[in-house]
């Protein structure tokens, strides 16, 4: 094979920034850069290296994302950019900037592999990094900072800028994580066919595998290796957020971290200098989405995308699941982790452990750049044991954007090819969840729901339900304190009800 058309990866880095003065802490831009240095010296010879890149590919930053991190000091105009200048990375002349999601890390090394083997790639950067841990500080502290940069330009981006929820969905405040994920996770509960306390010690052992390999990570944010009975158990410091996931079972956003990946071609890596040992393959991939609405879902408890995405990477790399020495998959919350082995034949107490880092609630959220430090971690797993294969997935918006990657020493035996993911997403699309109501009106039955909470308590709930003629409606119920804790004592999976229409909102009234 012709090697300037065999792609590596080569190097990886990361930073965990715990400085409590935000007058003294990087910023985020600051604070990628460091990370991409890192990831230029593990390569070997770091100068050469960055001089090299033709290509950097900043993730998105959760403060260009999402409504709940917007920055209040300042902007980069053209993140990649500022990067490339920070870097001495001149010769860079692809600089892109993603679109939102957890599984663009993933699905960048993916599309940038394939750039290699067409020629148009022969050294490439992916990195992210956030600061909302400091931001946050110097909120409380009412300092200034400044973060903005101009300098000068437009990049390319890449992925899809398509919100996770739509205008009937937003009316109704599913908004964001923190509201989708406890709706899918109750949907699990109904599925498995636990009881409430039943379903939070099935969580609460679930998330203290992850905690326990955040205890033993230096880079980990939570260390303090928290018991299945901690995580599953309500208290003030750890109150729910969304009913039914407590403080301990969420992503933890408000970190200081950055990571980056270096990748090129073989005969790159040979002219560079880099050592055989740094070299990491990718030996098969998937990309592929649910209906991108919840509303509009078979069910809230399955995801064919993830399925799909699975089979195709183990066809590709001819390695499946069950035959990895390694795991990490995307933890954002426990029902992202209780899908993806029940889609994969993985189980949830599987031996190999389920993270490589700790996962998102203990090693940490960096925004949608997590799954670079997954693969930055992985790449160090396989290097430490040649010839082991390591398989990484990531998730985007709501159980919404699945991607995959296997990583290995071992040099495949045949070349990069992928299959174009719409060969296989077609048949997603094909399999359409119910019609949905937007005004509904009448007798009704609840799918799943959620209560969300505040500082005093539950604020508001969200419940998705079906007619009596099959259509499926959004709702929320009356803002009753009293109700909305008893939802969470007592199971209201298919509780019966009727539900009215006024102005735009549904509202759902329990017999």
């Known amino acids: 094979m012709d090697e300037s058309r065999i792609p590596v990866l080569v190097g990886s880095g990361q930073i965990t920034q715990r400085e409590p003065d935000p007058l003294k802490a990087l910023a985020p831009m600051d604070l990628t850069a460091a990370a991409a240095r890192e990831a230029a010296k593990d390569a070997g010879p770091d100068a050469r ?25 300042g902007k980069y105009t053209n993140p990649p950019k500022s990067l490339a200048n920070r870097l001495g990375a001149m010769n860079a002349k692809r600089l892109v900037y993603t679109h939102p999601g957890g599984n663009m890390p993933q699905w960048c090394v993916n599309r940038m592999f394939e750039m290699i083997t067409r020629g148009e790639l022969q050294a490439g950067l992916i990195a992210g990094g956030e600061a909302l841990a400091t931001q946050k500080a110097a909120q409380r502290a009412k300092l200034e900072l400044d973060w903005s940069e101009d300098p000068g ?18 009316r109704h405040q599913m908004r964001g994580a923190i509201y989708a994920y406890p709706l ?21 052992r679930l998330f203290s595998g992850f905690a326990k390999v955040a205890a033993s990570n230096p880079l980990a944010d939570r260390r303090d ?15 729910f957020i969304g009913f039914p996931y407590t403080k301990l079972m969420n992503s933890n956003a408000f970190i200081d971290q950055a990571a980056a990946v270096i990748l090129m071609s073989v005969a790159k890596a040979k002219e560079l200098g880099i050592p055989r040992e740094k070299w990491v393959f ?3 991939c998937g990309d592929a989405y649910d209906h991108w609405f919840l509303t509009d879902r078979i069910n809230h408890w399955s995801s064919p995308a993830m399925r799909t995405v699975a089979e195709e990477t183990s066809r590709m790399s001819g390695k499946t699941p069950a035959e990895m020495d390694f795991l990490d998959l995307y933890s954002c919350f426990p029902s992202a982790v209780q899908i993806a082995c029940a889609e994969m034949g993985i189980p949830e107490d599987d031996p190999r452990g389920l993270t490589v880092t700790g996962g998102l609630p203990y090693f ?11 693969i930055a971690e992985m790449m160090n797993r396989v290097r430490s044991k040649p010839g082991s294969f390591g398989m990484v997935t990531a998730n985007g918006n709501y ?63 969200i419940v998705y339900g079906r007619l009596g003629d099959g259509r499926r409606f959004i ?9 909305m804790l008893e939802m969470e004592k007592t199971d209201y999976l298919g509780r019966k009800g009727r539900v009215s229409t006024k102005d735009g909102l549904n509202t759902f009234v329990p017999a």
């Open 153 to 170: 330009g437009k990049p390319e981006e890449w992925g899809v800028a398509t919100r996770g929820w739509n205008d009937m969905e937003d």
């Open 475 to 483: 709702s929320n119920t009356a803002p009753d304190q009293d109700l």
């Open 282 to 284: 990718l030996h098969g």
């Open 225 to 239: 290796g928290y018991t299945a009975e901690q995580i599953a158990t309500v208290s003030d410091s750890n109150p």
């Open 399 to 461: 159980v919404t954007k699945q991607s995959a990657g296997v990583y290995s020493t071992e040099m495949p035996e045949k070349p990069f090819a992928p299959v174009d993911p719409k060969t296989y997403q077609a048949k997603i699309d094909a399999a359409k969840g119910p019609e949905v109501a937007e005004e509904a009106e009448g007798e009704a039955e609840i799918e799943t729901y959620a209560v969300l909470h505040d500082r005093s308590g539950p604020s508001f709930s």
């Open 49 to 73: 290296v960055l001089e090299a890149l033709d290509s950097i590919v900043q993730i998105r930053s959760f403060s260009d994302t999402s409504w709940r991190f917007v920055c209040p000091f």
């Open 184 to 204: 899918v996770e109750n949907a699990i509960r109904g599925h498995k066919g636990e009881s409430i306390d039943e379903h939070m010690m099935t969580m609460g």
């Open 364 to 374: 940490g959220g960096p925004g949608n750049n997590y799954v670079t430090h997954s």
